[in-house]
């Protein structure tokens, strides 16, 4: 096992350092002369012209990833999405048929919950993609078409390349609809994808010893709290998962905007809260609400850690600590902001003496529902 880890102390942080091959990968093969062609949807666009809906359909990491995907498509491709969790999509009777196309996101393929929703979106006659990291799994072989992230095995049980490779193929599925549909005006998105992988790794060569310092400092911490606006939103979900799934720490995460009706009764001085910010270059609308969520949680004594832009100077007088992150379009953000909160889970854990790649209680795929 020493020797697959190839000198890393765990299969988490050799897989969370492959992010950026995880992601070049995946968008390798796929950008023709500045556009966003899948060869794998050639001759498929009946899947994306005529729906009315777009459901995304996953469980665990996969339906953050899922998330972000509907903020992209309903950005790029201008078709009403949503985000269900697989193992509710079926237990009721959901409006759903031949306008729909359900996109399902599994890194295994074989996770039973999400492959029941396949089946059943199927026989309600819906159009079906998958989104999946195993080549000639089942979820894809029961789905009419697929689109594979070429993240590589996963070992850990705690996805992290996979998820961002699921973004990555998040993103140019909804350029990939956008053009199609003839929708797309958003060239700067395409032309972007080519950065994302050098983005990603100066997160990991930049970020990586003051995360772990952070994390040996936090430690004894007991509660840790992430908040989120837009695509930040699932990032804080995923940030808190993280978390929960390896160290065994209570964590949640919110939507940023939520805060003041409910979440911000649980602040008390020093309440550690991770605050993914969004660039302020993106909408200055956005980035000012997220500031004002930072005061107030400051005034009320929590010890607040932001995820930002570099540069960003409106975070500093308020953030206890800073982790910054290299200029990115929006909805490229989110694979750059997890990096940060995977690296600070592990080494939680880490400095906890726990086993990060085989957590308590957890498989890395879950195969009856
Ligand atoms: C399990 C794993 C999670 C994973 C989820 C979905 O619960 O522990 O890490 O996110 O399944 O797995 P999938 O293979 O469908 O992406």
């Known amino acids: 096992a020493a020797a697959e880890k190839g000198g890393w102390a765990s299969f988490m942080a050799k897989e969370v350092a492959e992010q950026p091959e995880a992601v070049a990968n995946t968008i390798r093969g796929r950008v023709q002369d500045g556009e966003v062609v899948i060869p794998e949807l050639d001759g498929l666009d009946d899947l994306f012209v005529g729906i009315n809906r777009v459901i995304i359909t996953a469980c665990g990491t996969a339906s953050y990833a899922a998330l ?84 590589g095995p996963e070992v850990a049980v705690a996805s992290t390349k996979a998820f961002s490779a699921q973004i990555t193929a998040l993103l140019l599925l909804g350029l990939h609809m956008g053009r199609v549909r003839s929708v797309l005006t958003d060239t ?81 001085p020093g309440q550690p809260v991770f605050v993914i910010v969004p660039s302020p270059r993106h909408s200055a609308l956005i980035h000012s609400k997220v500031v004002s969520n930072i005061q107030e949680i400051r005034a009320r004594g929590a010890r607040v850690i932001v995820v930002a832009e570099e540069g960003d100077a409106a975070v500093l007088p308020f953030a206890d600590e800073v982790i910054h992150i290299p200029l990115a ?35 890395k795929s879950v195969t009856v529902e």
């Open 68 to 151: 972000v995907g509907k903020y992209a498509i309903e950005q790029w491709a201008r078709v009403a999405t949503d985000v269900e969790l697989a193992h509710e999509f079926r237990y009721r009777d959901p409006v759903i048929g031949d306008d729909t196309l359900v996109i399902s996101i599994s890194q295994s393929g074989e996770t039973m919950d999400t492959l029941m929703a396949v089946k059943y979106a199927r026989e309600r006659g819906a159009r079906t993609l998958s989104i999946c990291n195993t080549q000639g799994a089942t979820i894809p072989r029961e789905s009419d078409a697929v689109v594979y992230t070429h993240a």
């Open 188 to 268: 700067a998105a395409v032309a972007e994808l080519a950065s994302l992988p050098e983005k990603i790794a100066s997160v990991l060569e930049k970020e990586n010893d003051h995360v772990t310092q952070l994390a040996n400092w936090m430690a004894d911490t007991r509660s840790v709290l992430f908040l989120g606006r837009h695509v930040g939103y699932p990032i804080a979900l995923e940030g808190a998962l993280k978390l929960k799934e390896i160290s065994y720490i209570h964590a949640e995460g919110f939507a940023a905007g939520e805060l003041k009706h409910g979440p911000i009764a649980l602040i008390e």
């Open 329 to 363: 379009g929006a909805m490229f953000e989110p694979v750059l902001a997890v990096v940060p909160l995977q690296i600070f889970a592990m080494a939680l854990a880490t400095a906890k003496g726990l086993d990060v790649d085989q957590p308590r209680n957890l498989a």
